[in-house]
């Protein structure tokens, strides 16, 4: 049985059906799910999973994140089922085998999952931290199972301290497509975490595009556990791809994942022939949804020609029929029509929005631009507010003085720890699912430009700037008209 399990894909599409007669931007949405089999057979011998733990010194204080982390590790063992190839990884500044105790993966049973508990009693912190480390480790030992689908949980409390940045960077790219990883990192109660939120990113972007959790209440790390190791092993196709072919009509613009979280795609692809390229999208399971924001520049066409100008399509391997969707459009010059924004387009946009605020928001407050910084973390804010995000509005509440949220008005506060940002700027970066299953809180109205609208100093009749390339929905905002 392949690993796959014959596991059904589902692709659907979303855009709007017309484009300026003078060529414009196709932003569609891509919806890619998949669904239980009709034979659900699942063969557990064809996942492997390994836990990297981080053992610094940091981890021991307070003792409480140590003992945490060892029973969360434990939870997750005892979730891992029989067949399952697996290991445990101490990190430190070096990346040590915990169970089993030579570099290789042990397969799960009641006996190796009893040794492999006992095992984690002997993990005491130590040392320093060096993630790229732990992650080779990883990849060593998932390549002596070419064969299974690889997941990592990497759990951590600090950053990459004991290693260059570029070294942290190389290891990342050593690891691309063979294995997904899960990052959890823990920080103390009150909101302050001494990981660095761009490196967890990075890693989590380049290897599966899975949402970066912060931990602040160390009672819920087992279940967070078993939570991840139950959606890994429910995976059955290793390696996903989306594929996006056009006619001589369209160009890609940029491929992102915008669901569960983002993760900017574009310099992944891989050239699937003429004219089409493959973007790697990692591992998937019957109860996985993943949505994509892909931007076609479609050349200027006569008004009321209509044509196809590509076509999305979903792979799964070699022994499964791809699933296509084609993308047709029509040329106008009715403005109305032109630059209608699609509902989908619109909500992912809006949150694509809300993450970028947050950034820049956060970089300027720590370069103590203060004005600067009240302008996008209160943008930020008042997105949230209006899409129901109240849990984010608390977040940055940590760092701004909340003034008027739907407004968007507030005061950065006085020498803000920047420990309290890391959570804000990982979470900016999760995203709520568009659909009818959304609540109406949480789902943004359509939106776009009824009429030409004004951005760097010129008017514009698209959806994108012609001078900077900014979205419609991103720049509608006080101070937009720049020059």
Partial sequence: MSPANDLPLRLRVHHTECVSADGAVLDVVATVRGEEPAHADVRHDDLAEVILLDSSGSMGAPQAKMRAARLATAAAIDALPDGVAFAVVSGTAHATMVYPGERRLAVADETTRAAARNALRHVTPHGGTAIGTWLLLARQLLATRPDAIGHVILLTDGRNE????????????DCVGRFTVDCRAIGSSDGVHDWDAAELLGIAEALGANPVVPVEDLTGLADEFRAVLA???????????LRVRTTGLARVRFVKQVHPALADLSGRGEPAGELATDYPVGAWSP??????????????????????????????????????????VEWTEDALRYSEI???????????????AVQRGLAAARAGRVAEAEEHLGHAVALAHATGRDDDVALLARVVDVLDAAGGRVRLKPDVDARLTQSSLVVAHHTSRWGPQEPPAQRAAPAGPTAPWRHCGEEQGGAYCEGCGAHHLSADRPGADRS
Avoid: C, F, K
């Fill in 162 to 173: 004991s290693q260059r940045p570029a070294d942290l960077r190389a290891a990342v790219d």
């Fill in 342 to 356: 699609n509902e989908s387009v619109a909500y992912y946009t809006r949150q694509q929005d809300y993450a970028a």
């Fill in 231 to 241: 959606r890994a092993m429910s995976r059955r196709v290793p390696d996903v791809r």
């Fill in 287 to 328: 109860h996985d949804q993943r949505d994509y924001h892909v931007a076609l520049e479609v050349d200027a066409m006569a008004p009321g020609a209509r044509r196809r100008i590509g076509w999305l399509s979903v792979h799964a391997g070699a022994d499964a029929a791809p699933v296509e969707a084609p993308l047709t």
